[in-house]
């Protein structure tokens, strides 16, 4: 709706009043276009705090509902956090996904699967992607945080299934107690309405109501309503650069939001397990071997220390930890085993086996390496060894019990594990008996 059709409408509404008004009343004046400025200057300035580098976090609570006469239908509420920041930055928590936006692109990960993540260029536009990805994001924090430099623009990402609305005036409101200033922003026919209650001082936006009547999303005669109740705060400390940042080394990189969902049972059952700890029996292990035939099987290692490594050729701290794992190998050769296992791998068998040749050449391990490599193609053995970040090295004490778990690699775990292996190997020497002195004859 322009500025010019706002203030044709509310003159005859005002010269409507005035007709009917008595004759000792005193004449209404309802000037349109002031009551558009103070409402476009209102929405301007709560764009500006969501977009402040004090950041913001964010608890909202959306629900939607038909209404028809009497009777109501009410859809699921979902639930999200947000943490924004300047330069459209934000962290975003929404149906088990987590999103990282900033420096021009998007990472997702999902709860149900820790060891995949998505990335995508933002394009320039960060709420746009994201609402490609989600299509209903009923979150006006979303398009006040990462949405369009032109407010007219920001009004069509407020609540999407609402888009033609536009800045028309500000009232005031009192809500449980607490006075709001409400911006009201109407479409040219009326059909479409969304108020967005905030605190006057603050500028945070609290309440959020949308209402649709009529069109191909609400049957005739009924209204589609939106509600969206928000908790915002300014931290303590402004966030920092780290924080919007995800480190996924360790995670294999998927094609699509579908992909990075686990579906399977035990997915969810392994998030509620502890790890494997120091103390506990090894699981079994039974995995072909790489580039040969036969087995190799944890039990038949028994009597000696096991080093039992999960990595996959796509991630960087598990190739960058090879050569160390060499260097172990070959310093307690015949003491120790140092088995790799590959796992989180997609392709055939030899598809795999020749993305590990290459990464060993690159690594400079050659064949006579002391290294076992071995195949976890179905991913059975990282899930029974409840792995979830790659690399993960246990330690199996020749009893078969775990000496140590270190997830990731540094010099710090890699110092540990050698000194742990070096306990483990010790030699001990039996204890001499000392005789007792014998008197000397008298």
Not at 55 to 61: A, I, N
């Amino acid at each position: 709706m322009t500025r010019a059709l706002i203030a044709l409408a509310t003159l005859v509404l005002s010269q409507q009043v005035n007709a009917q008004a008595p004759p000792s009343a005193k004449p209404v004046v309802v000037d349109a276009a002031k009551d558009a400025a103070n409402a476009e200057a209102a929405l301007k300035s709560i764009i500006e705090v969501y977009r402040s580098d004090k950041g913001l976090r964010v608890e909202s609570k959306a629900s939607t509902s038909a209404v028809k006469g009497e009777a109501v239908g009410k859809g699921t509420e979902v639930d999200a956090t947000f943490v924004f920041t300047s330069q459209r930055r934000a962290v975003m928590n929404f149906r088990k996904f987590e999103l990282h936006i900033g420096g021009g692109k998007i990472v997702a990960t999902h709860d149900s699967n820790a060891l995949a993540y998505l990335e995508v260029n933002d394009n320039g536009s960060p709420y746009y992607q994201l609402f490609n990805a989600f299509q209903a994001l009923p979150f006006p924090e979303l398009a006040l945080a990462l949405g369009e430099d032109d407010p007219t623009e920001v009004c069509m990402q407020l609540m999407p299934q609402i888009p033609n609305v536009v800045p028309t005036r500000v009232e005031q409101v009192e809500t449980e107690g607490q006075v709001y200033d409400m911006l009201v922003l109407l479409s040219d026919d009326g059909s479409e309405e969304l108020r967005l209650s905030f605190d006057p001082d603050t500028k945070f936006v609290e309440i959020a109501e949308g209402v649709l009547r009529g069109g191909p999303n609400a049957e005739a005669g009924s209204e589609l309503r939106f509600s969206v109740t928000s908790k915002v705060s300014r931290p303590k400390e402004a966030p920092t650069d780290a924080m919007f940042v995800v480190d996924v080394s360790s995670k294999q990189k998927v094609d699509g939001l579908s992909a990075l969902i686990d579906k399977r049972e035990e997915a969810a059952e392994d998030k509620t397990v502890a790890g494997l700890k120091a103390g506990e029996p090894a699981p079994e292990l039974v995995l072909p071997r790489v580039g040969e035939a036969g087995e190799w099987s944890l039990a038949a290692a028994r009597g000696k220390p096991v080093l039992v490594d999960f990595w996959a050729t796509w991630c960087g701290p598990c190739v960058g930890a090879i050569p160390e794992l060499d260097k172990l190998a070959t310093e307690f050769a015949g003491r120790v085993e140092v088995v790799m296992v590959n796992t989180g791998e997609q392709g055939s068998r030899e598809e795999r086996e020749a993305r590990i040749a290459d990464v060993m050449k690159r690594r400079n391990v050659g064949l006579d390496s002391a290294l076992r490599g071995v195949l976890d193609l179905d991913a059975a053995a990282s899930r029974r060894w409840l792995v979830r970040a790659f690399p993960t090295t246990f330690l199996i004490a020749p009893d078969g019990t775990i000496a140590g778990v270190w997830v990731g690699s540094s010099p710090t775990s890699q110092k540990e594990l050698h000194a742990k292996l070096t306990e483990l190997t010790a030699v001990k020497t039996p204890a001499t008996s000392v005789s007792p002195a014998i008197p000397a004859a008298k």
